[in-house]
């Protein structure tokens, strides 16, 4: 009785965190109305000013944090060296941080 308890919220648990997963974007690579597509320097900027935009982006309905007309890899990839410029994090790290962690 009680492993099929188990299971089955195993299973449903299963369940609810594969519904979080994000699908498919059917706007990815599809032109703008204006035609032009995102890509790496797109990207950049977008990560760079995303904190930003996702503040506006709570309150004003027609502002988006993500260009979905996207060239796909490379928008991804300026959008995360952007971000992670911005927070002094990630890839290139802090000098701060790192002084501190060193007790200078």
Known sequence: MKRS???ALVLMLAMVLSSCLPGRNTAEKMPNPDGKIAGLWKGLWHGLISPITFII???TPNVRFYEVH?????YNFGFVLGAGLF???G???SRK???KARGL
Do not use: H
């Open 5 to 7: 308890i188990c299971l």
């Open 57 to 59: 982006s709570l309150f």
């Open 70 to 74: 996207n060239n796909g890899s490379w």
């Open 87 to 89: 927070l002094q994090g």
């Open 91 to 93: 890839i290139l790290g």
């Open 97 to 99: 941080a790192r002084r």
